[in-house]
Nanobody
């Protein structure tokens, strides 16, 4: 059974940094795409950072240059390092994993989800 557990969310002032972690069990890193999504109230989840099985990374325009996705395969942990945070980054952040190699920004590309962790950025 695959479980993804996020941590590291919290409140930070604009310009600050946070690192989110996603501890995975029952899932082999590099077997498929892993990603971070975020969800604004009343909106669908959108992919912001993707990591495919080859280790290639992809970012949405909104976060490129500020967010970094990475994985520690030995620890089975996915990370999202966020810097230069803006109030518009305030959202619930979710870790996701796929059984497929290809990465998508759409939620339908993923089979497993964490419970989410809230990030709040104040101005």
């Amino acid at each position: 059974q695959v479980q993804l557990v996020e941590s590291g969310g919290g409140s930070v002032q604009a310009g600050g940094s946070l690192t989110l972690s996603c501890a995975a069990s029952g899932y082999t890193f590099s077997s498929g795409c892993m990603a971070w999504f975020r969800q604004f109230p009343g909106k669908e989840r959108d992919g912001v950072a993707l990591l495919d099985g080859d280790g290639d990374t992809y970012y949405s325009r909104a976060v490129e240059g500020r967010f970094t996705i990475s994985a520690d395969n030995a620890e089975n942990t996915l990370y999202l390092r966020m810097k230069s945070l803006k109030p518009e980054d305030t959202a619930m952040y979710y870790c996701a994993a796929s059984r497929r190699w290809a990465c998508y920004y759409n939620i339908r590309g993923y089979d497993y989800w964490g419970q989410g962790t809230q990030v709040t950025v104040s101005s």
